[in-house]
């Protein structure tokens, strides 16, 4: 499925291959439920398996997307004031908006979860 420097995906129903190097990537050619797809695929890839480079990042834009507890006590959501937001971008395929903050993090959210956002942000 994925190795250290690609994600592939196949897409069956047009036999289209497609080579990523990131999630916004795959927001753009994706809608939501090929997302909520590969995002178990993914996950249940890596159960048994330690995530290495890409893989290490799409898991956990993934999980980011799919798993965000509505609380702020997680460590990824606590330095928020510091966040620079330099593109806001909204990919009406897959109902993504992402978030690049200026040291170059690509912040990926749903468009109707609840995100423990601070008002600033």
Known sequence: MM???EIILII???NITSC????VEITVFLDRQDLYHLYR????????IPPTGL???LLG???IIW???????DDFWKDQ?????IRWRFHESSGVHTLEIEDGTMIHMLAERRYPLSREI
Do not use: C, N, Q, R
């Open 12 to 14: 069956h129903k047009e």
């Open 55 to 57: 893989g290490l990042m």
């Open 61 to 63: 834009d993934l999980s």
């Open 20 to 23: 990523f190097d990131t999630l």
């Open 41 to 48: 695929v993914v996950d249940d890839y890596y159960e048994h």
């Open 67 to 73: 798993e965000t507890a509505e609380s702020s006590d």
């Open 81 to 85: 004031e510091e966040w620079e937001i």
């Open 3 to 5: 190795s250290p420097d």
